[in-house]
């Protein structure tokens, strides 16, 4: 039998910080893949307005309130556009 101290496995430091970033940053970039599937014709123009408002309203509010948002947003999203 050994004496040593039983370990508890913990999560690294390095992946408990980056998780939450790249969620967010995931979370920004997807709205590209829906305005190419919006203008590839597999979405409607109704659900991408439902999927807007459901789903992007704080980014809706970046871009609005932040300056220079709106222009990466609008250069960004046209790179997916075929």
Not at 14 to 27: C, D, F, G, K, R
Request: glycine share 4%; no cysteine.
């Amino acid at each position: 039998m050994s004496t040593d101290p039983i370990r508890k496995r913990r999560l690294p430091v390095s992946l408990t910080l980056a998780t939450p970033i790249v969620l967010v940053v995931e979370y920004v970039l997807s709205i590209g893949r829906l305005e190419w599937l919006l203008v590839s014709g597999h979405i409607s123009p109704q659900t991408w307005d439902s999927v807007k408002e459901t789903l992007y309203p704080p980014l809706v509010w970046l871009v609005n309130n932040i300056p220079g948002v709106a222009e990466f947003m609008n250069w960004y999203v046209v790179l997916w556009r075929p």
